[in-house]
């Protein structure tokens, strides 16, 4: 650990850096100014049988009197319950959480709650001062219900802020006091908070706080719920004003219901092929947001395989006249979930389901995705029970369920493998992931000489017998590959018998190691490694059917069988929406779409084909919109996504059903791939926002790309004139995509390079880097973010990849970005410096926050200034600037920085608008205690590296506003300096009066 500081005060008071003359600030109110009259608690009482406290119902309506300040609406709970030995504290608002792991809790109901806007719940949390669990990341949990005003529960597929649970509808963690970046005594009591959105037409909420992993009791104080907007001079709110969002506000943040269904008279028809003979399970969700509660009705058509429709009357439906078959979805409540379980005729191949209303002022939607199922005979779990069988006796329990056998009764293994296996749809197969992994990473090979290259790490042994536990690195992402056995397809590549049979016997020993729910890894059951592996292993079987000297059958038979018992799980995640809003689903979906195509003969295989085709289609819907623009932040994912729809787009050619989504995808890539282009910096990288694996060049994999999928994009003007890297000073604001970015290039000549992300932070495993930015100069990569990847690290690692402190941003006394989203407020132009101002949310309903911008148009230099305005007496903030590992940093006289690397050099000044600079210091690898780590990136090998970081701090009251100039040279920092004292600007950094 290398620490370096320099703190610069008087006897009484900082030292000013810079300082502008300071207007008067009146302190805006905050929540204790909001229980003062006319404010009036409501009285309680409890209910000693039911344990049950109700506060009279009371909400605050939004005020704010001072510019900047966020309107803020506090609710209390319109009731309390306590259950699994949860008790009342001594005190009012506190709450004793029992030791029934997960079912110890309070559960606290929120009525009247705004639509549409940002919340944050907290609460203090005090544990025992015995408590084992100290360093768990889930010692507690936090469960969110969305409710309709009559109480029944929305199912969101993905809410920003939270994550989808099994027990409550969304959940967030609760570190253990000693995983926490401040942890105090064994006894000492922090604050936890989250942050969410309220998606439409929630009008109540129900919020429960559950024993996770505590060993002993531990007390829950406080629990308060706001909801707030960020507000300026020009909106002034009136007390009866509900809370609402700005425009600019509103449209930074995803509509979490964008891809629900509004229903007409006219259908909105579904499509899935059947497994001859068994029902088929189709779940959802109606809402109704009008005062009539409107039904639905979902008519069905069943189709025979020539695709003709099938005469009426279906079993378990009603008819109609000019309607046909259908089931009726009546709406007694608000929200209200049905079941369709649909029998078909005994020739149906398929089924339609039209769902609609029968008035055209009903307002009804069809919250999607549906889930879809088999029977429970036909679930995974289920074939075979609790026997763990290889893949021969799987396909003989499967059998038993169909009604039409697969396998003959005393049939010989060749004779079974021809009836279950199409040798031509075999060998043209779909390598979706091999050709995803070529283009990210070109043609290297994952096996040679004996050894495995993987993840950026070197050589290692494959041994003679292995027990699929193997962690030679002790690296998660080796680990991915190691069990993803994509390195098959390298052993077997030279057509031998003996390298096929080695790779035949390789999958054997991984399945019969890995009986299903018993894996020797649990990274083995992770969405990406099995999509893969799905893949690798109908490489190996198609590399064996097609080679003269063939494995033995009853092996060839025991891999499809494992085979076939890998499209069950992943139909069966894919029919859930277990990874619903992630690219996770694309990846399975895909290789499920490669299995049905590779395996007709399999009975399932139609069904399979169905629903990877509908979920492929709902899951570029909820990723990329018809703009473009991503709902994933990550710009590694969003090229990975970009190039499984083209990849797709071409394997899905010779599928007639897979024309529709085709033509759904291609303008919408198109849209997708130009914006990527833009914002490439002159030396092939994307910025590394979101998760950011190290290791791979971004113009390469486009140029990849662009060669073997995206021929016919060369022709479309605005993609030709980006792939020609216009030279010149270029502004790239790209607020719909979370991007401002700008660049200075010409052939020859040093480039440079900004870009800062606007990104909604939406999921609670994403990064939270709202307004980190990167930065280049003079052809030196200066400013760069930490990266990193879910698949790569793990721990702690992990935990401060993700966090504010491994990004470029400011932190205000202490607490780190929580979810929300900052957005691009005005943009101008003093002389040749442009002036960005950026709003955001993200540090909760105590601050206003806005962070400037200011840089020359060759980007010689950058000024980056944070305001904070609070209600609380003193704020002070601390500035993160991480510097590429290879840059080194040192502090110079008068409160300066120099950073040198390739005989470049950048100057670091700081600069106050408002309040007082505290001093400046380099980090460099701190490590101890581990939830306090910093000065680190992502490095190769999915490991830390240590690197610079430089820390500035500023104070003030109710309000600080200061920052860094960073500059190559004397010109630009002359021309940032005047811009800076400039009166437009200074106009703005004062804000409305």
Known sequence: MNRSSANFRSASHGAECRHTPERAIVAPPGDDALLHPPFKHGSETFDASRRLLRPAAASLDLRSDAAFMSGVKRLLPSSIQHAGDSLPGATDGQHIIATKNRWSRIVLNYQDVSPDVWCEFSFEVTPHAEEAARNVHNFAAVGVAFLMEDGSSIDFSYVPGLSRAQIDPFNVFVAGPDAASKAGGKGATSRFRCTFFVPAPTRQVAISVRGWRNSHHFHVSNPTLRQFVQTSGEEAFAAETPAAHSDNELLATARVSRTWKALGPEPEWIRYNIVPGRPLFVRGQIVTNGERKDGALARIVYRDERGQELPLPYADTQTAPLIGAFVNVPAHIQARRFTLELTPPPTAASVEIGFQVLREDASVELVMPLEVSLEVGLLLENIGGDEQADGVSFLKHLSERLPVPILAAGQAAPDRLANLLDPPALAARLSIHANLRSLQRGESRM?????????????????????????????????????????????????????????????????RTNPWGQPADDLSLHPLAMATRTEALLDVLAQAMAARTTPDSASLLELLGEIVRHGFALAEIIGQNVFSHSIHQLHVSGSLLALAAALPRVPLATYWMSLALASLRQGFDELISPAGTFFERSLHCQLEAVSLGLILEEALEPIPESAALREHLSPRLSRAVLNLIKITDPGGMLPGFGDMPAGIHHASWLRRLMTRYGQEWLGHDEIKAELSYPRGARFIPLPRQGILAARSYEQGRDWAYFCASLSEQHNSHGHFDATSFVFSSGGVRWIVDSGGSTQHEIGAARNYLMSSRAHNVAVPDGREQGAGTSWLHSEQSIDDVRI??????????????????????????????DDFRSAQGTVTFEGLLHFDPKTIVSLAPQLQAVAFQRQKRLYLTPYSIVGTLNGIEIVQGLSEPPSSLQGFVAGASARLEAANVLCYRFSGTHRVSGGMILASGKRGMKAVSQALVDERFQSLARGPT
Request: hydrophobic fraction near 40%; aromatic fraction near 12%; proline fraction near 4%.
């Open 447 to 511: 096996f040679l000489d004996e050894e495995l290259h993987l993840a950026g790490c070197t050589g290692w042994r494959l041994p003679e017998a292995s027990d699929w536990t193997e962690d030679p690195f002790r690296s998660l992402a080796w680990r991915h590959e190691f069990q993803s056995l994509a390195w098959l397809a390298d052993i077997s590549k030279g057509d031998d018998p003996e390298s096929i049979n080695r790779s035949v016997a390789l999958a054997l020993a991984w399945s």
């Open 836 to 865: 960005c101002e950026v709003r955001s949310n993200v540090y909760g309903p105590d601050y206003v926050h806005r962070r400037f911008y200011v840089m020359t148009d060759d980007l010689t230099a950058l000024a980056v200034l």
